[in-house]
């Protein structure tokens, strides 16, 4: 007969049903896990933004263009006359003393030879001439005493107004004629004295040689013409002009030219040399020309020519026609409430900026001024050490929140 007892299966059947339960709520347990996890993500998370703070500093509004130097007195040394040109024996560099300097040596060509047959057309011509002069002087002093008989016989009330009047005309037209035939003997004799005949012959006299001097002192820029040739009077030879004697010459838009005063402050750089040379405006030209850019748009601008404050010591390498990068400073203040144009944008008329406050993106009105292309100064809206959202562009709306990854500088 076995003693021990039979066990109950109470305990059995407990674990069971627990089991059963607890795989009955499971489902409810991971749907309740998976509503929680899309509420989670339907929770806006902070954007992402850059910052940057409002400033007080320096500030200036520029106008950068490109310009080219130039002399300011520049000549142009030209043939005086006609005539067979000497080799130049210059190059561009060469200096040059002001009526001293011998540049350039000209042979008047000679004139055609004058043969007897055409020496005794001249001397007809000249003969003629006379004879018209003396015919002239015999009708202008007949026409004289007449015009006196007549305004007798005019004052006697013998003659009518009428006759009077054509002898008053007869005379002037005696006096023209006889001016004109003065002029004509004139030009005639000229003709013979310009080929005077040396020893009888009919050879012409053989010119002096025509040097053409320096008018400045400087440098010698061009040689046009440097072998030896006939030129004609007006031939461009060479330019010459100082070094020393620069201005710069920049072409900006006629909008920006309008707000440039004469005296501005101006900086030219990337002319080769290492420092920026300093310069002021002195002239902005009065007239606007038509320009087409790179880009095939018309555009009106305008000349603005600034002269050098730098000394020539210091921009001795500079010459005529260097390029230069001007910047033109049409405003500047030291102490200034200043901000990245990056973290402005325009909203409506206005312009705006998204301030970080207290995690959010804060929307503020901002009333700005000068600007120098990269800052902007701030005249209402903002206060210094603010930080503004840079660059917030359409992902970042007013409220919403934000995490400032990185603060410009």
């Known amino acids: 007969m076995n003693s021990n007892p039979t066990p109950s299966p109470a305990p059995a059947v407990a674990r069971r049903n627990n089991q059963r339960r607890a795989k009955r709520w499971l489902p409810w347990l991971g749907a309740a896990v998976l509503v929680a996890l899309i509420i989670i993500g339907f929770i806006p998370r902070p954007i992402p933004v850059e910052i940057t703070r409002v400033t007080q500093g320096k500030l200036r509004a520029t106008v950068n263009e490109e310009g080219k130097t130039r002399i300011k007195q520049r000549y142009v040394l030209s043939a005086p006359v006609t005539g067979h040109l000497r080799r130049i024996p210059f190059k561009a560099g060469a200096e040059v003393a002001a009526g001293k300097t011998v540049v350039a040596v000209i042979d008047p060509v000679a004139p055609a030879m004058l043969d007897a047959r055409n020496r005794a057309l001249a001397e007809a011509r000249r003969d003629t001439a006379a004879a018209n002069l003396d015919r002239a002087r015999e009708q202008q002093r007949f026409a004289a005493s007449e015009l006196k008989r007549v305004e007798k016989l005019f004052v006697e009330k013998s003659i009518s107004q009428q006759d ?38 009919t050879t012409n006299v053989v010119r002096a040689p025509v040097e053409v001097t320096s008018p400045t002192s400087g440098r010698i820029l061009h040689v046009f013409e440097e072998s030896t040739r006939v030129v004609a009077a007006g031939t461009a030879l060479l330019d010459v002009g100082d070094p020393a004697d620069l201005e710069a010459v920049i072409e900006v838009l006629s909008r920006d030219g309008a707000g440039i005063p004469p005296g501005a402050k101006v900086e030219l750089e990337q002319w080769g040399g290492g420092e920026v040379l300093q310069a002021k405006v002195r002239l902005v030209e009065p007239a606007a020309f038509l320009k087409i850019s790179a880009l095939g748009v018309e555009e009106q601008r305008v000349n603005v020519v600034v002269d050098f404050v730098t000394p020539y010591e210091q921009r001795r390498n500079l010459g005529d026609n260097f390029r230069v990068e001007a910047r033109i400073v049409i405003w500047e203040s030291d102490n200034t409430l200043k901000l990245p144009a990056g973290a402005l944008f325009r909203r409506g008329q206005n312009w705006a900026a998204f301030v970080l406050a207290n995690g959010r993106a804060e929307l503020r009105r901002v009333q700005v001024g000068r600007t120098s292309g990269i800052e902007m100064q701030i005249l209402d809206g903002l206060k210094d050490g603010e930080e503004v959202i840079l660059y917030p562009g359409d992902r970042v709306k007013a409220g919403q929140r934000v995490r400032p990854i990185q603060i410009a500088q």
Do not use: C, D, Y
């Not at 054509?166 to 006889?178: G, T, V």
């Open 164 to 201: 009077q009047e054509n002898a008053q005309w007869r005379e002037i037209s005696a006096a023209k004629e006889l001016t004109a035939a003065e002029s004509s003997l004139r030009q005639a004799e000229a003709e013979l004295k310009e080929f005077p005949v040396v020893g009888g012959g």
